[in-house]
C-alpha cells in the first residue's frame, strides 16, 4: 500500500490485497480490538477471546484501562515538551489513535508506528491522517527484531533520533517472552534513544490474581500463543537506568488518573476488586 508523502507520512508495503492477512487464525492484536470492542476482529479471534474471558474476566476492563492510560502518558509525554513518538505494537487502529491525542495538543507531533500484523497495515490510513503540521508513519516490522525498527527508512524521514524521542510499548511486553529476550530487546530500543527521551510501558500482571492467570496463560500457550505475564519486580527491571516519574511503577487506572477513565465507569468496584480486574502494572520513565 503507498500512502502519500507530507503531512500525513507514507507505507511502502504490498498492498493488502496481495498479503495474507491470517484470517483463518487468531492474532493477539485482533484478540485486543474484540476486548476493546472494535470489529476488526473474526471467528478465530473471537473463539480464542471468549476462552480468555472465561479464565480471567477482567480483560476487557484490561484493555480499557490500558488504553487509557496510553492517552494519559502520551498528553502527559507532549506536556514535558517531547514531541517524536515511537509506538511499537500499534494494533488495530481505534479512534482516538496516539497520533490524534498528540496532535490535539501539538499539531507539530511526529508518529511512527510499527507493527508486524498485516492486517494493521491494511488499516494504516487511519493511522496516517494527522495534522498538516504534523507527521504520522507506519512501519510494518517485528518487535522481536528491534534494529530493524531502528533501521527503517520511514523512521529516520520522520524522526529526529538525535533529540528525545518517546518509546511506547503499551500492552505489549507480555507477547515478549524472556525467551524472545524482553529485557535485552527493550534495552536495545532505549539504547538507541536520545537522553531526555521518555519510555512508556504497561503489561498484564498476575499479581493480583494468579490463579485466574495461570488459567489463561494456559488457554493462551494452548492456542499456539507466546505469552508471559510478569510480577511487579520483573516488570520494574524493564526501567532500569531510567529516572521513573511519579507515581512509579502503579495499574494503569491509578496513573495520574482523570474523571472520566473508562475504568472508573465500567469497574463496578473502584477498590482493590479493580485493580485485579485491570492486573496490569504501567509507569513512565525518561532516559538520562
Not at 507466546?226 to 537506568?241: L, N
Request: charged residues 25%; glycine residues 8%.
Amino acid at each position: 500500500m503507498n500512502g502519500s508523502d507530507g503531512g500525513t507520512g507514507r507505507t511502502t508495503r504490498q498492498e493488502p490485497a496481495e498479503r495474507d492477512l491470517g484470517l483463518d487464525r487468531h492474532h493477539s492484536a485482533r484478540i485486543y480490538d474484540y476486548f476493546l470492542g472494535g470489529r476488526t476482529n473474526f471467528p478465530p479471534d473471537r473463539e480464542v477471546a471468549e476462552k480468555l474471558l472465561a479464565a480471567f474476566p477482567g480483560f476487557r476492563h484490561a484493555a480499557h484501562a490500558n488504553r487509557a492510560f496510553m492517552h494519559r502518558a502520551a498528553r502527559f509525554v507532549a506536556d514535558h515538551g517531547v514531541h517524536q513518538f515511537l509506538d511499537i505494537g500499534t494494533g488495530i487502529p481505534t479512534s482516538p489513535n496516539l497520533h490524534e491525542v498528540v496532535q490535539a495538543q501539538v499539531p507539530a507531533a511526529r508518529v511512527v508506528y510499527a507493527d508486524n500484523d498485516p492486517i494493521v497495515l491494511s488499516h494504516a490510513r487511519a493511522l496516517l491522517s494527522g495534522t498538516p503540521e504534523g507527521r504520522t508513519v507506519y512501519v510494518e516490522a517485528d518487535v522481536t527484531e528491534p534494529q530493524g525498527i531502528l533501521d527503517a527508512p520511514e523512521l529516520h524521514e520522520t524522526l529526529d533520533m538525535s533529540a528525545p524521542v518517546a518509546l511506547c510499548l503499551v500492552g505489549l511486553l507480555h507477547y515478549i517472552t524472556d525467551e524472545m529476550d524482553a529485557h535485552g530487546i527493550v534495552r536495545h530500543l532505549v539504547d538507541a534513544l536520545a537522553p531526555g527521551s521518555f519510555v512508556v510501558l504497561s503489561q498484564c500482571t498476575p499479581d493480583f490474581a494468579p490463579d485466574e492467570w495461570e488459567e489463561a496463560m494456559e488457554v493462551y500457550r494452548a492456542e499456539s500463543g507466546s505469552a508471559q505475564v510478569r510480577p511487579r519486580a520483573e516488570f520494574a527491571r524493564f526501567f532500569d537506568g531510567l529516572e521513573l516519574f511519579e507515581p512509579g511503577i502503579e495499574v494503569p487506572h491509578r496513573w495520574h488518573p482523570e474523571p472520566d477513565s473508562p475504568v472508573l465507569v465500567s469497574v463496578p468496584d473502584p477498590g482493590e476488586r479493580a485493580d485485579a480486574l485491570v492486573s496490569m502494572w504501567a509507569g513512565v520513565a525518561r532516559k538520562r
